[in-house]
């Protein structure tokens, strides 16, 4: 009874912020950019949600059932970027535009605008994705008889049971972020954040006592969940060696890095707010949050590892380990409060990831090439649709791929190897061109798809171009390789862009020209 009424709380409050700020959304910028009012208190909160969500919760998790504390290699990749990003804040603010590829087309052209929107487009809707699988994870164990009731009522296979919890988690988040845009993701990110934080500092210390300290702990987990690198390693259950494993945990580690200094969405965040020096002063504030958080959350999976590591059930489904630890691991009213906030997370990173390939259709080829002249309203209409359209493709995503860890560094990938490189150039480098950004984009997209294609060729046992003991490992370090050379090679080859195409990035440094 708990988790019934403490989720239909929290939909409820959801619901109640999304509608109330709908009242304030009459413009682009409303909808798009909350009319760049957010204040520094809020952008930490919201930058907070939208980074931890199923990444965190259950691939991350899923890793630290299989590895230990060695998956925090993941999470610290998202710290690191995060020292370098405190110096892009301000400037990202300073530009003030609505998404990335205005970035993009205004230091580049609009090939890389193009490029960048469809980038984004498919590594966005891969990671809201697999939110929905994770937010059905959670109705699924608090309501076991949906799987019955897909199964009777809507003739679904047993294994496609989750695909109703998932389908009613989509409907939640495609309503809550096109009720009103950012303003709505915003605010609701705020009370998710401290409803997390909090719950996850509550059930650490309980989790902690009822495996009995950290004596009972080592008693009950493998000893490589205690080193630096756990697990990773391990090659049907034989250690290869610390080489091989070093290499393993920055497969985790850069796509997250990478992903950090490339993110749309978190350029959204600063482009929305009231200031400069609140751009800044938030990300103080998110550091902060993002470590104590993320090691709360993976030291609540490596104690429910301890509770459950033998469990057939949980080892069948390892990225429901905090949810499951939630509610066989805790007492019921905490229990409650952890999924809760589990589930609220999910919506919240659904939302933000949502929106912004939304954002991007609207901006950067509606009314950039199909209608300049729209109305207010009618961006905000299209805006909606789109929400909708985005928000049924990625929940058919989500149907097809099985592992959320797998989609996570997937999508992470992409992304980073297609868009970070050419973001950093743009903040750090007068010499890149034009041509350069458009050749890093592509190449880095191509690598990614090659290489997964080439891993579920291996998988089907098919003859594959590339050796079968590198694609044991990400796509990450060949794709950014070949992304970030040709970014070099390219551009030391071309001529050097215009002043005013990379004076708008360096203001702080120096005025602009007339």
């Known amino acids: 009874m708990f988790y019934v009424i403490i989720l239909s709380v929290i939909v409820a409050v959801l619901l109640t912020v999304s509608i109330l700020q709908t009242r304030m959304v009459k413009t682009k910028a409303d909808f798009l950019v909350a009319g760049r009012s957010l204040p520094a208190f809020v952008l930490i909160f919201t930058l907070l949600s939208s980074w931890i969500g199923a990444g965190s919760l259950f691939a991350g998790a899923e890793n630290a059932f299989k590895n230990g504390f060695a998956a925090l290699w993941q999470p610290a990749g998202g710290w690191a970027g995060l020292l370098i990003i405190y110096f892009v804040a301000p400037r990202a603010r300073k530009f003030a535009q609505y998404t990335v590829p205005d970035l993009l087309e205004t230091r580049y052209n609009a090939t890389a605008r193009v490029l960048g929107t469809i980038a984004i487009l498919f590594a966005y809707t891969a990671i809201t994705s697999y939110q929905f699988k994770g937010g059905g994870d959670i109705l699924h164990l608090i309501f076991p008889e949906l799987d019955q009731i897909a199964v009777q009522t809507f003739h679904l296979s047993p294994g496609n049971a989750h695909a109703l919890g998932m389908t009613i988690i989509a409907v939640f988040v495609i309503l809550f972020t ?42 009950r987990l493998p000893s490589e969940y205690f080193t630096w690198f756990g697990r990773f390693g391990f090659v049907k ?72 590591l033998h469990n057939p059930e949980l080892a069948s489904r390892p990225r429901e380990t905090i949810p499951f630890t939630a509610r066989h691991g805790l007492p019921p009213f905490i229990g409650a409060l952890l999924m809760g906030a589990v589930f609220a997370k999910v919506i919240s990173t659904a939302n933000n990831y949502l929106f912004s390939p939304a954002t991007n259709l609207v901006n950067d080829v509606y009314t950039r090439f199909i209608n300049k002249e729209a109305s207010n309203k009618n961006v905000l209409l299209v805006s909606r649709v789109l929400v909708l359209l985005l928000g049924v493709f990625a929940l058919l995503q989500g149907a097809v791929w099985t592992s959320i860890l797998a989609m996570a560094l997937y999508a992470y990938t992409i992304y980073s190897a297609a868009i970070t490189p050419v973001v950093m150039g743009t903040f750090f480098s007068r010499r890149v061109t034009a041509a350069a950004a458009v050749t890093s984009i592509l190449l880095g997209t191509a690598v990614t798809v090659f290489w997964n294609v080439q891993q579920i060729m291996l998988q089907h046992q098919r003859t594959t171009f590339i050796p079968v003991t590198w694609l044991s490992h990400d796509a990450i ?3 950014v390789i070949v992304s970030v050379t040709s970014l070099i090679l390219v551009s030391a080859l071309t001529p050097a862009p215009r002043r005013e195409q990379w004076a708008p990035f360096f203001a702080d440094l120096e005025p602009i020209p007339k």
């Open 477 to 479: 370090l060949p794709a």
């Open 237 to 308: 259950g034989v250690d290869q060696g610390t080489g091989v494993a070093f290499l393993k945990a920055w497969d985790y580690f850069l796509p997250t890095f990478l992903l950090m200094l490339g993110n749309q969405s978190m350029y959204q965040k600063f482009f929305s707010a009231k200031t400069e020096k609140d751009a800044r002063n938030a990300v103080v504030g998110w550091i902060v949050g993002t470590v104590v958080l993320e090691i709360l959350i993976v030291a609540i999976a490596v104690l429910g590892a301890g509770l459950f």
């Open 178 to 219: 096109a009720l009103a845009g950012m303003a709505s993701v915003a605010y609701m990110d705020v009370v998710i954040g401290l409803l997390i934080t909090v719950t996850s500092l509550i059930a650490v210390p309980a989790l902690f006592n009822r495996v009995g300290g950290w004596s009972g702990l080592h008693a």
